[in-house]
């Protein structure tokens, strides 16, 4: 069900094998990508985009499958924040991804589909996929790097492991390693996934049928961390959800959906199954458990990022958390400017007031748009 | 007495901006919506950070161009290393500050100099207001009545003269104003309506 209006992604096929944080290299790793605006003879006013947990590389053009106006519809475009008119914006799927670029829906070398034999990624082997991406399209110094969530994860790591390549580094609703309570929602996702009897231990492709409950519970648990209590009940309270036969709702005495959030997250559930591989979404939730900048500097984040600023090469940083947001909250965004700021590096920080959650930066937020405007410059 | 370069900025901070040494590296600690950073970094060349409570404000900062964090300055110096900057500056908020005598240590402790204004409860009008109505003042500088006022350490020029002594603080220079113009040092503690101070270890 491609709309007709959308034009397939451009495809990288990298040159060089992909070398893995978890010690294998991957051969033939292909990069799906979408760019907006136009690249600067100098190749000064490139911004990348890192996309989230669920997101892709649609994120200023309609989803391929869901015809959906593209993620970041509002903060990407012509006259938005990040100005198609003024940068050139690249965002690409990630590696380990299910929208073009190699994940475990890829048919490995003897042409069936990796399934569980994907080897598990990392955040900052993400990073390198998007790091080999510059290098084909001859970027050298991004005029800066955009992410929220997993994306503002993507951005913590380029600053720390590739800090000449961006100028700017924008990390919002995000976190510079994931917290216990993070992993366990994972985990719950997870373990949903590899309930359904139709995950077939990974090995459901071409088998007719695939782990669309597991996946769908998995989506719905993760769906209420992503927003807020106070918005949660603002947008559904105890309403009740009308029939399908035009019925007024009431309670049925039973397990349907009464509740119009349970016909919500039922309908998020279902929905999400239609444009998102199961395998994709263990994988990539591994990859953010595992993240932690810290830890990979000898327990101590302002280590991620000293050498940088001490050489000359580091970036202006801008970090954004929100007040609603608990599965990032602004503590971690602190964690985080206290780092830089005991690496000595030029940052801003400022939490934001929005009712939405974790979802916030996703949303209308007047404010971010301003902030993102004026860091952007 | 000759007036600074204006920088366009309000008096106390036109001084401060004048005497900062240019390149320096600066947290403005209640830094508002960046008027003082902006004259530094455009006009002397410096790093300058600021520090602000106020989210809007914040926001205003970072579409400037200039890095600023929302923190607060009771709890969020803590943060900075030592000797993290040349200047800590701290206008009209030590009176504001939970305990002024630890921000005053907090100060001397991330920052190598440190500026710090504040406005002069002793100032002739202000014990006249007192004397004559027995309430506390409303003044120009000090305009919100008591029960809402965020300044809850209202001190003197020698209060803060004292407090400097007693932690073995140093002044390499101050400034007093009257009516928005610089005023001598005589009689300081009738005269001014607020001070200035460049301070060190």
Known sequence: MASARVLPSTHLVLPEPLRLDGGQSLDGVTIAYETYGTLAADRGNAILVPHALTGDQH??????ITGKPGWWNRMVGPGRPIDTDRFFVICSNVVGGCMGSTGPASLAADGQAWAMRFPVITIRDMVRGQVALLDALGIGRLHAVVGGSMGGMQALSLAAYWPERAARVLAIATSARHSA????FHEVGRQAIMADPDWQGGDYYGTGRTPDKGLSVARMAAHITYLSEAGLTEKFGRRLQDRPDGTKGAKSFGFDAD??????????????????????YLYITRAMDYFDLAEEHGGRLADAFAGAQAAGKGARFCVI??????????????????????AAAPVSFVELSAPFGHDSFLLDVPALDRVVTGFLG | MTSPADFG????????????EPGARVLDIGCGEGELMAALEGQKGCDARGMEIDAHAVAKCVARGLSAIQGDANRDLTDYPDNAFDYAILSQTLQTAERPDLMLEELLRIGRRAFVSFPNFAHWRMRLHLLAHGRMPVTRHLPVSWYETQNIHHMT?????ELLADRRVR??????FGGDRQIGARAANWRAEYAVYLLRR
């Open chain 1, 259 to 280: 509740f119009q959030v349970e016909s919500y997250l039922r309908y998020q559930g279902i929905s999400f199954t239609d444009r998102f591989d199961a395998n994709s």
């Open chain 2, 9 to 20: 900025l309000r008096p106390d901070l036109a001084v401060i901006a004048a005497h900062v």
């Open chain 1, 59 to 64: 994120v200023a053009s309609p989803h391929p």
């Open chain 1, 181 to 184: 309570q993070n992993i366990a």
């Open chain 2, 157 to 161: 020029v020698r209060d803060f003269g």
């Open chain 1, 321 to 342: 958390s929100f007040d609603t947001d608990w599965l990032y909250p602004t503590s971690e965004s602190r964690a985080v400017v206290h780092a830089l700021n005991a």
């Open chain 2, 171 to 176: 002044t390499e220079r101050c400034w007093f």
